[in-house]
């Protein structure tokens, strides 16, 4: 939808959906996108029709719900499109999509679009994800890629100290590189956090191109 030119953002009245709301008005903004309206709702909301006429009334080209979780979004998806919406929904953030589908079904999630963190295909991925189902009964979600890999640092820190010390641990840890799923991890956020305890961590590629 290279026409898409409007935008209303809906995210829960939580410390979460706030500053998600703030960052992707930003983001849309930057790249010529109208935010016509920042909609909050309540977790768990079983019925989104209130809002949702109200965000259809700004006539949105598309409907962001960063900051919601799983279910909430399938919701919005399923009532959105029972409004007779026909445009793009998205999720930029996060996980849970095969939830989101659940609660919204297949006859409605046409034109819902998400973020992924991981290929799961890759050999690496089935490789965690068959550790993991050994392990636990949960579903597998992509974004226990990067705990697993930070988690790995985490200990490789504790060899290297030879103590479990916090103090002693998080500045050797802020400092280390290491090796992630998708390529290259370490610790960032100095500049915007005065301090470096922000994981940056590599985005899988599909092998198209070079990243």
């Known amino acids: 939808m290279p026409n898409a030119k409007k935008?209303?953002?809906?995210?829960?009245?939580?410390?979460?959906?706030?500053?998600?709301?703030?960052?992707?008005?930003?983001?849309?903004?930057?790249?010529?996108?109208?935010?016509?309206?920042?909609?909050?709702?309540?977790?768990?909301?079983?019925?989104?029709?209130?809002?949702?006429?109200?965000?259809?009334?700004?006539?949105?080209?598309?409907?962001?719900?960063?900051?919601?979780?799983?279910?909430?979004?399938?919701?919005?998806?399923?009532?959105?499109?029972?409004?007779?919406?026909?445009?793009?929904?998205?999720?930029?953030?996060?996980?849970?999509?095969?939830?989101?589908?659940?609660?919204?079904?297949?006859?409605?999630?046409?034109?819902?679009?998400y973020q992924t963190s991981a290929d799961l295909s890759d050999p690496k991925v089935k490789r965690l994800m068959a550790a993991f189902a050994a392990k636990y009964k949960d579903p597998f979600n992509a974004t226990l890629i990067t705990g697993y890999d930070m988690s790995v640092m985490l200990f490789d820190a504790i060899v290297k100290v030879q103590s479990l010390d916090a103090r002693k641990i998080a500045p050797v840890l802020a400092d280390m590189k290491g090796n992630g799923t998708f390529g290259p991890l370490e610790f960032g956020g100095q500049a915007y956090y005065g301090i470096k305890r922000q994981p940056l961590f590599s985005f899988f590629s599909d092998g198209s191109k070079k990243e």
Do not use: C, W
């Open 7 to 113: 935008v209303a953002v809906m995210a829960p009245n939580d410390e979460t959906g706030q500053e998600a709301v703030v960052l992707v008005e930003k983001a849309y903004q930057a790249n010529g996108i109208e935010v016509t309206g920042k909609y909050m709702f309540e977790r768990d909301t079983p019925d989104f029709t209130p809002i949702l006429t109200k965000v259809l009334s700004t006539q949105p080209d598309i409907i962001e719900t960063d900051g919601s979780a799983p279910v909430d979004v399938g919701l919005i998806v399923k009532q959105a499109r029972q409004l007779n919406f026909k445009g793009l929904i998205n999720k930029i953030g996060g996980a849970g999509t095969a939830e989101v589908i659940r609660v919204a079904g297949p006859e409605y999630s046409d034109g819902f679009m």
